[in-house]
T-cell receptor
Framework: GAVVSQHPSWVICKSGTSVKIECRSLDFQATTMFWYRQFPKQSLMLMATSNEGSKATYEQGVEKDKFLINHASLTLSTLTVTSAHPEDSSFYIC????????????FGPGTRLTVT | QKEVEQNSGPLSVPEGAIASLNCTYSDRGSQSFFWYRQYSGKSPELIMSIYSNGDKEDGRFTAQLNKASQYVSLLIRDSQPSDSATYLCAVRGNDMRFGAGTRLTVKP
């Protein structure tokens, strides 16, 4: 299957600071990437969908000024959590959709964010 | 009504048995169907995709799709303790929708 990487795998930051998470599709092109958040023992929650070269589409209730998404190329999307607060602590997972052929969607390994 | 519904479980089966995981969906226009496995603390891993009615087999896994009944299932034969995880059903219509997942425990 296709490989999606995420960096960093975990990060601890202080309240009020910003954190950038990178998501890369390593062996395929991804015109569409997705960002999810998952709290312990809960299901995936889609935060936003990003298409290469255009603005991200945010799900209802997700603050676009707080969660900045940039999808600059067919293999890279970034999520920046701005002015992070303890309630932003969560498991953030990106996913990339194969641009052609199988229509499959692959997940990165996730980034565990802890805001102190 | 949720768009993609799964029994939350937990589903417990003995080692070597067949585990049967079920999923129903509401969007009749859905075209693509997927099963993901998620271990605790890890991200989901794609294990099966199915696009047409019938069965699709891959090793110990068989996905079954019935579009008329809006039903998709996953069978795991010869279940192993390492299969213990949460299984997510995903359905793509205009966009991808995930079920909440079924937690499977395979007991040695």
């Amino acid at each position: 299957g296709a490989v999606v990487s995420q960096h960093p795998s975990w990060v601890i930051c202080k309240s009020g600071t910003s954190v950038k998470i990178e998501c890369r599709s390593l062996d395929f092109q991804a015109t569409t990437m997705f960002w999810y958040r998952q709290f312990p023992k809960q299901s995936l929650m889609l935060m936003a969908t990003s298409n290469e070269g255009s603005k991200a589409t945010y799900e209802q209730g997700v603050e676009k000024d707080k969660f900045l998404i940039n999808h600059a190329s067919l293999t890279l999307s970034t999520l920046t959590v701005t002015s992070a607060h303890p309630e932003d602590s969560s498991f953030y997972i990106c996913s990339a959709r194969v641009a052609s052929g199988s229509d499959e969607q692959y997940f990165g390994p996730g980034t565990r964010l802890t805001v102190t | 009504q949720k768009e993609v519904e799964q029994n939350s479980g937990p589903l417990s089966v003995p080692e070597g048995a067949i585990a049967s995981l079920n999923c129903t969906y509401s969007d009749r226009g859905s075209q693509s169907f997927f099963w993901y496995r998620q271990y605790s603390g890890k991200s989901p891993e794609l294990i099966m995709s199915i696009y047409s009615n019938g069965d699709k087999e891959d090793g110990r896994f068989t996905a079954q799709l019935n579009k008329a009944s809006q039903y998709v299932s996953l069978l795991i034969r010869d279940s192993q303790p390492s299969d213990s995880a949460t299984y997510l059903c995903a359905v793509r219509g205009n966009d991808m929708r995930f079920g909440a997942g079924t937690r499977l425990t395979v007991k040695p």
